[in-house]
């Protein structure tokens, strides 16, 4: 399967304006002025819409670009020499993926769309002398936000490698909804784009498991799931898992989420 990146320098990509992007107030441009902001989009390409599975760019893809998520969800996954894929973490809008490449010249995983999603592409070298030259602000900002998300990852990474797995489930939900929150979007009712078998790789558990442990939540009274629609009901309950205990209680039935989403 072709990456975007290739498919991309074949048909190009449309133009389209940053005034009226939905992500444009948690994006990099958000707090520039009118002559950073212009200057800063000027080296900024907004690419097709990516269709679900479709890959962004492949693992060993040479490094030229930084993507700016608009909307949609990815994830990224490290493959093997055996070609097993193990899934690294979940991308939503406004996150910045790429980061990987800057210091190999090379993506070290590889990124795949989970729906129908949209990035913006900045060439890193044309940004890196744009900004080292007129506006060094700009660039310092790009490696805050990526030294933030790198810490975020290695965080999460070390603290699920300490929990059991019903730990590992509610934390994952929790940061999803952390996440949300972040963007401005619901805390409490989210979709998640993602399969069952790609949120069981990312933590480590047997797809089965994370299964059981989804309807032992929704018992317990502390989520509602419907397909990819997660309603979380009861956030202290799901602190109180992560910090060691269960809940261990029947409660009535809440209204069920529909399919939609």
Same mark, same amino acid.
């Not at 492949?58 to 093997?80: A, H, T």
């Not at 890196?128 to 990474?157: G, I, P, W």
């Not at 498991?209 to 309807?215: D, G």
């Not at 799931?225 to 209680?249: E, F, P, S, T």
């Given at each position: ?14 133009? =389209? ?10 994006? #990099? =441009? @958000?707090?520039?002025?009118?002559? *950073?902001?212009?200057? #800063? $989009?000027?080296?900024?390409?907004? *690419?097709?819409? !990516?269709?679900?599975?479709?890959? &962004?760019?492949?693992q060993g893809d040479n490094f030229q670009s930084l993507y700016l998520i608009r909307s949609g969800c990815f994830k990224s996954c490290i493959v093997d020499?055996?070609? %097993? ?9 406004? /996150? ?7 210091? $190999?010249?090379?993506?070290?995983? *590889?990124? %795949?769309?989970?729906?129908? $999603?949209?990035?913006? @592409?900045?060439?890193?070298d044309c940004f890196k002398d744009s900004s080292l030259k007129t506006n060094q602000k700009v660039y310092n900002r790009l ?13 999460? !990474? ?12 509610? +934390?994952? &939900?929790? /940061?999803?909804?952390?996440? !949300? ?6 805390? +409490?009712?989210?979709?998640? $784009? !993602?399969?069952?078998?790609? =949120? ?10 994370? @299964? ?5 939540? *929704? ?14 009901? /009861?956030?202290?309950? #799901?602190?109180?898992? =992560?910090?060691?205990?269960?809940? /261990? ?5 809440? &209204?069920? #989420?529909?399919?939609?989403?």
């Amino acid at each position: 399967m072709e990456s975007a990146t290739a498919v991309a320098k074949l048909n190009g990509a449309k133009q =389209i304006t940053c005034n009226y992007c939905l992500a444009r107030k948690s994006c #990099l =441009i @958000s707090t520039l002025n009118t002559n *950073e902001n212009s200057e #800063l $989009s000027s080296l900024i390409n907004h *690419e097709k819409p !990516m269709m679900k599975g479709q890959r &962004l760019f492949l693992q060993g893809d040479n490094f030229q670009s930084l993507y700016l998520i608009r909307s949609g969800c990815f994830k990224s996954c490290i493959v093997d020499e055996s070609g %097993e894929r193990q899934v690294t973490g979940f991308h939503f809008s406004t /996150d910045i993926l790429g980061i990987d490449g800057i210091d $190999s010249r090379k993506y070290t995983c *590889e990124v %795949e769309a989970l729906e129908t $999603s949209s990035v913006c @592409s900045l060439d890193f070298d044309c940004f890196k002398d744009s900004s080292l030259k007129t506006n060094q602000k700009v660039y310092n900002r790009l490696l805050c936000a990526v030294s933030c998300m790198m810490f975020r990852e290695s965080h999460l !990474m070390m603290v699920l490698g300490k929990m059991k797995a019903e730990q590992r489930l509610a +934390h994952f &939900l929790l /940061d999803i909804s952390q996440r !949300m929150h972040d963007r401005g979007e619901s805390a +409490h009712e989210f979709r998640l $784009s !993602m399969a069952r078998y790609d =949120i069981a790789n990312y933590l480590g558990l047997a797809v089965e498991t994370v @299964s059981r442990l989804f309807k032992r939540l *929704e018992e317990q009274g502390l989520i509602v799931a419907n397909r990819h629609r997660v309603r979380l009901m /009861d956030m202290d309950g #799901l602190h109180y898992v =992560i910090a060691g205990g269960y809940l /261990d209680r029947r409660v009535e039935k809440p &209204l069920p #989420l529909t399919a939609a989403g």
